[in-house]
């Protein structure tokens, strides 16, 4: 079975893969170490959301970034949204 991306940023975020190098009230700088290649990922918080991966649109290591991000930010154990 294929991994969805959302099973994929979570498997990052158990795996510890997701530094964040900057966390702002606008904005968060982060890398991920992808199965390939590590990835920056900046996040435009209220705005857009950018990685350098070659996928286009959302991918695995936003929603990685995001999802620690949020439970950084509130306290709450890191889960990713399937929404
Ligand atoms: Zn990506």
């Known amino acids: ?3 969805t991306i959302h099973e ?3 498997r990052f975020i158990t795996e510890g893969r997701i530094t ?3 966390e702002g009230s606008t904005l968060i700088d982060a890398d991920v170490q992808g199965d390939h290649d590590r990835y920056a990922v900046v996040v435009e918080i209220g705005d857009e959301v950018r ?3 070659p996928a ?5 290591h936003m929603m990685a970034v995001l999802a620690v991000s949020l439970a950084r930010r509130t306290g709450l154990p890191t ?3 399937l929404g």
């Open 20 to 22: 964040i190098r900057y």
């Open 56 to 60: 286009t649109g959302d991918c695995s």
């Open 51 to 53: 990685c350098t991966c």
């Open 1 to 3: 079975m294929t991994e």
């Open 8 to 10: 994929k940023a979570q």
């Open 79 to 81: 889960a990713v949204s």
